[in-house]
């Protein structure tokens, strides 16, 4: 199963963006999504992530208060917006599922990734 993930661009310091995933599950409703992203030459990490129901969602301290993540469970669907974006966010963002009531926090926890979407922040 490949997660489609689109939405990445070029944009200012400052401004915003809202990538969006779709993820042809069956049972959509029963997995936990996330977002990462990869710096060329770093590790793949972990930005966020969002409950099965929406309701719960957690973040890596460097993007609170910037980014939100919300889902449409009836159209297989998981969001990030993105505002008052850094330079240091610029990376290839990857949206990630894991079956079951857990958010992957890590690499070898996800189940299903997405083929990546660019995102360009510039000073």
């Known amino acids: 199963v490949q997660l489609q993930a689109s939405g990445g661009g070029l944009v200012q310091a400052g401004g915003s963006l809202r990538l969006s995933c779709e993820a042809p599950?069956?049972?959509?409703?029963?997995?936990?999504m996330g977002w990462f992203r990869q710096v060329p030459g770093k590790e793949r990490e972990f930005v966020g992530g969002i409950s099965r129901d929406g309701r719960s969602t957690t973040y890596v301290d460097s993007v609170k208060g910037r980014f939100t993540i919300s889902r449409e469970n009836a159209k297989n669907m998981v969001y990030l917006q993105m505002n008052s974006l850094k330079p240091e966010d610029t990376a290839v963002y990857y949206c990630?599922?894991?079956?079951?009531?857990?958010?992957?926090?890590?690499?070898?926890?996800?189940?299903?990734w997405g083929q990546g979407t660019l995102v360009t922040v510039s000073s």
């Open positions: 599950l069956r049972t959509f409703s029963l997995y936990t």
């Open positions: 990630a599922a894991r079956q079951g009531t857990l958010v992957a926090t890590r690499i070898p926890r996800v189940h299903y």
